[in-house]
């Protein structure tokens, strides 16, 4: 009489976090295809979001907002003024602050980006309904790990 052959817990195509960062980094190609008219990276896209909807904020609710490392984000911050996208501003409140502003080029942006999210989901065939369960079930498991 044979045993029956116990399953693998370790193959790698069957790891929930393999398919999560596999999936990441080919959205992250995609976006960068439907970036290109914007002339703006991934991560300096998801920034002007964040402005479009708040603009203003410090570096450090900007990098909050993305789930950056303060570190991490005032690079991008820098290479984004130097496209002429953002630019500094001291808080007039507390010197130590230091806010985001949109420049009119970066504002103007907005008018074009409007086109990529609808572009995005057709590119991987999901529809609205579909984008929102997922977006769901992705901030569950978030906040679990947060």
Same mark, same amino acid.
């Given at each position: ?39 703006? @990276?991934?991560?300096?896209?998801? @920034?002007?979001? %964040? ?11 900007? %990098? ?48 074009? %980006? ?16 579909? %984008? ?15």
């Amino acid at each position: 009489m044979s045993k029956a052959k116990a399953k693998n817990p370790l193959i790698l195509r069957e790891q929930l976090c393999f398919a999560l960062y596999s999936t990441s980094r080919a959205i992250t190609r995609k976006y960068s295809h439907l970036l290109t008219n914007l002339g703006v @990276t991934y991560p300096q896209y998801l @920034t002007l979001l %964040a402005l479009w909807e708040n603009d203003g904020m410090s570096v450090k609710e900007l %990098a909050q907002a993305l789930r950056m490392e303060g570190a991490t984000m005032t690079p991008l911050v820098q290479r984004m003024e130097k496209l002429g996208l953002v630019m500094w501003e001291r808080n007039s409140d507390d010197e130590r602050r230091v806010n985001v502003m949109l420049t009119k080029k970066g504002s103007s942006l907005r008018a074009n %980006a409007v086109s990529v999210p609808p572009a995005f989901g057709c590119a991987i065939g999901v529809s609205d309904a579909e %984008a929102q369960a997922m977006i769901a079930e992705l901030k569950k498991i978030r906040g679990h790990l947060e």
